[in-house]
């Protein structure tokens, strides 16, 4: 019987800059780096969810399907990957189902391949109508096991889980470890639990948050998982994923060791390490380095870094540690839920009011929520004074059903609401509508107003040098072209190629794109 090779997904453009430096990676400076990537023959890059879409509208001004079709075309050949939460679509809340079937039938006709499906309560409910959808969109569904620890979450429950996710109909199974805390013996356990049971393939997703990732992949790939998820650095380790070049290396003489082209992964790692260092202001030194302590607040890579920034916002930054360890007991008191988007968001707003007025004197809506059941069945019991305090706040008891089913359709409702506002009315904005509604205005207001400026004033050109002229005084208003020395990327089965152009307006830099006839 042959070996065959474990297959490893990259991480690079969606939960590496998302862990690492606050989503804040721009499509153009993605269009540095996708073709490449597409070269190398990973089982799939994941390009977009995750934080991406909310990331995007709010602080780049990229309309999200905009990226993914640019993505797309500078990636054709690999499959492409996203993060979807559900029934919570990108966002923190419910969404009724015709709005989760369109925006999964939607980024399916725009090129997206495989649909990582998760609740961040293993509430299989919450993940039924994206599968379906997915499954019908003739799409990969893969379901997810939120993988975390606590007096409810053992291997063999999460073994039960992921039993069920084959089930209900899905293509694979992730192991998904947000926050790096899978120890390699437990990984071996599942994954081996998992390979007795199931007949789908299984991946393994972790964070080297802890220091446990490359070893917990190892251990998963003895026990004969599929495949595993990686980045490259420095968009890597600490709160991303295990560094490519550096699982290749500690599966040297493994009989499942991939091959991968390592020129590829060190050219690759030169652009990426340019571009960290654009991001500088949204990256941490904190972020970069094995944390002990996760082990005990759990929280997710991709959280930690737009955390942080969110309690600078808060002016509380220097009462980090407080936050992270009033994280627990909060988690403990609504059911021992796993931390992973929207729940890690909402464990740790609470935990921040809790910090700054007192436990429970300031009840977050969205907490409320989980302790009502808003958000589906939580694995362990709601502490009963808390639940006491949330029916008594609301005035409502706690719900038992799928929390989808309170719901009336929306679609129809986004759609008339669009054309009043003049706005597009199609799916692709209608179900980004539904999510992030004062973002789209705010892009549409934007691109309004720089279609109505006046057009840049052109830059003279240089006089010959033996004019004895004096050098042209340039307003700080124009813009000051810096070309990079790297040659344009062609788009893989097209006559364009793309340069990357700097421009720095008014001192302020802007990244562009520019298509060109080859």
Same mark, same amino acid.
């Given at each position: 019987?042959?070996?065959?090779?474990?297959?490893?997904?990259?991480?690079?453009?969606?939960?590496?800059?998302?862990?690492?430096?606050?989503?804040?990676?721009?499509?153009?400076?993605?269009?540095?780096?996708?073709?490449?990537?597409?070269?190398?023959?990973?089982?799939?890059?994941?390009?977009?969810?995750?934080?991406?879409?909310?990331?995007?509208?709010? =602080?780049?001004?990229? =309309?999200?399907?905009?990226?993914?079709?640019?993505?797309?075309?500078?990636?054709?050949?690999?499959? /492409?990957?996203?993060?979807?939460?559900?029934?919570?679509?990108?966002?923190?809340?419910?969404?009724?189902?015709?709005?989760?079937?369109?925006? #999964?039938?939607?980024?399916?006709?725009?090129?997206?391949?495989?649909?990582?499906?998760?609740?961040?309560?293993?509430? $299989?409910?919450?993940?039924?109508?994206?599968?379906? +959808? #997915?499954?019908?969109?003739?799409?990969?569904?893969?379901?997810?096991?939120?993988?975390?620890?606590?007096?409810?979450?053992?291997? %063999?429950?999460?073994?039960?889980?992921?039993?069920?996710?084959?089930?209900?109909?899905?293509?694979?199974?992730?192991?998904?470890?947000?926050?790096?805390?899978?120890?390699?013996?437990?990984?071996?356990?599942?994954?081996?639990?998992?390979?007795?049971?199931?007949?789908?393939?299984?991946?393994? /997703?972790?964070?080297?948050?802890?220091?446990?990732?490359? +070893?917990?992949?190892?251990?998963?790939?003895?026990?004969?998982?599929?495949?595993?998820?990686?980045?490259?650095?420095?968009?890597?380790?600490?709160?991303?994923?295990?560094?490519?070049?550096?699982?290749?290396?500690?599966?040297?003489?493994?009989?499942?060791?991939?091959?991968?082209?390592?020129?590829?992964?060190?050219?690759?790692?030169? %652009?990426?390490?340019?571009?960290?260092?654009?991001? +500088?202001?949204?990256?941490?030194?904190?972020?970069?380095?094995?944390?002990?302590?996760?082990?005990?607040?759990? #929280?997710?890579?991709?959280?930690?870094?737009?955390?942080?920034?969110?309690?600078?916002?808060?002016?509380?930054?220097?009462?980090?540690? %407080?936050?992270?360890?009033?994280?627990?007991?909060?988690?403990?008191?609504?059911?021992?839920?796993?931390?992973?988007?929207?729940?890690?968001?909402?464990?740790?707003?609470?935990?921040?009011?809790?910090?700054?007025?007192?436990?429970?004197?300031?009840?977050?809506?969205?907490?409320?929520?989980?302790?009502?059941?808003?958000?589906?069945?939580?694995?362990?019991?709601?502490?009963?004074?808390?639940?006491?305090?949330?029916?008594?706040?609301?005035?409502?008891?706690?719900?038992?059903?799928?929390?989808?089913?309170?719901?009336?359709?929306?679609?129809?409702?986004?759609?008339?609401?669009?054309?009043?506002?003049?706005?597009?009315?199609?799916?692709?904005?209608?179900?980004?509508?539904?999510?992030?509604?004062?973002?789209?205005?705010?892009?549409?207001?934007?691109?309004? +107003?720089?279609?109505?400026?006046?057009?840049?004033?052109?830059?003279?050109?240089?006089?010959?040098?033996?004019?004895?002229?004096?050098?042209?005084?340039?307003?700080?208003?124009?813009?000051?072209?810096?070309?990079?020395?790297?040659?344009?990327?062609?788009?893989?089965?097209?006559?364009?190629?793309?340069?990357?152009?700097? $421009?720095?307006?008014?001192?302020?830099? /802007?990244?562009?794109?520019? %298509?060109?006839?080859?």
């Amino acid at each position: 019987m042959s070996v065959v090779p474990v297959i490893f997904n990259n991480t690079v453009l969606r939960d590496g800059h998302q862990s690492l430096a606050a989503t804040r990676m721009s499509t153009s400076q993605i269009a540095t780096v996708a073709p490449e990537l597409d070269t190398v023959g990973f089982g799939a890059l994941e390009t977009w969810g995750g934080a991406t879409i909310d990331s995007g509208l709010r =602080f780049l001004s990229e =309309f999200p399907f905009d990226r993914l079709d640019a993505v797309k075309k500078l990636a054709p050949k690999t499959p /492409h990957m996203m993060l979807l939460r559900g029934q919570n679509i990108v966002q923190y809340t419910n969404f009724p189902d015709d709005v989760v079937e369109a925006f #999964v039938t939607t980024s399916a006709r725009h090129g997206m391949d495989i649909f990582r499906v998760f609740d961040a309560l293993n509430d $299989l409910r919450n993940i039924e109508t994206a599968v379906r +959808a #997915v499954k019908k969109a003739g799409k990969h569904a893969q379901g997810v096991v939120c993988y975390t620890t606590s007096p409810v979450h053992t291997p %063999e429950m999460l073994i039960e889980l992921g039993t069920q996710i084959e089930a209900i109909g899905c293509d694979s199974i992730c192991i998904k470890d947000m926050a790096g805390l899978l120890p390699p013996n437990i990984a071996f356990q599942i994954v081996r639990g998992l390979k007795t049971r199931v007949k789908i393939p299984i991946v393994v /997703h972790t964070h080297e948050t802890a220091g446990f990732g490359a +070893a917990a992949y190892y251990a998963a790939i003895e026990a004969g998982v599929d495949s595993v998820d990686t980045s490259i650095s420095p968009f890597a380790n600490g709160t991303g994923q295990p560094d490519t070049w550096r699982m290749l290396q500690a599966l040297t003489g493994h009989p499942r060791r991939p091959s991968y082209d390592l020129a590829k992964l060190s050219h690759l790692r030169e %652009e990426l390490t340019r571009i960290y260092a654009e991001l +500088a202001a949204f990256t941490s030194p904190r972020n970069e380095v094995v944390d002990n302590d996760v082990l005990i607040y759990q #929280v997710p890579g991709g959280m930690l870094s737009n955390f942080r920034n969110q309690l600078k916002e808060q002016k509380m930054g220097d009462r980090f540690v %407080e936050v992270m360890r009033e994280m627990p007991y909060v988690r403990e008191c609504l059911g021992w839920i796993p931390l992973v988007t929207p729940t890690s968001q909402i464990v740790g707003v609470q935990a921040m009011l809790n910090v700054k007025f007192g436990r429970w004197k300031s009840f977050s809506p969205e907490a409320m929520k989980v302790a009502l059941g808003y958000y589906g069945k939580t694995p362990g019991p709601i502490d009963p004074e808390v639940l006491a305090l949330a029916e008594k706040l609301s005035g409502k008891p706690r719900f038992v059903g799928r929390p989808a089913d309170m719901l009336e359709p929306r679609m129809p409702k986004l759609r008339a609401e669009l054309a009043q506002k003049g706005l597009p009315s199609d799916d692709e904005h209608c179900v980004i509508y539904a999510m992030f509604p004062q973002e789209l205005e705010k892009l549409f207001k934007a691109r309004e +107003a720089k279609a109505a400026a006046p057009a840049p004033v052109a830059i003279a050109p240089a006089a010959p040098a033996a004019a004895p002229v004096a050098a042209p005084t340039v307003a700080a208003t124009q813009p000051v072209i810096k070309v990079p020395s790297r040659p344009p990327l062609v788009i893989p089965g097209t006559s364009k190629k793309i340069s990357h152009l700097a $421009l720095t307006i008014g001192g302020k830099r /802007h990244d562009v794109l520019v %298509e060109e006839l080859a």
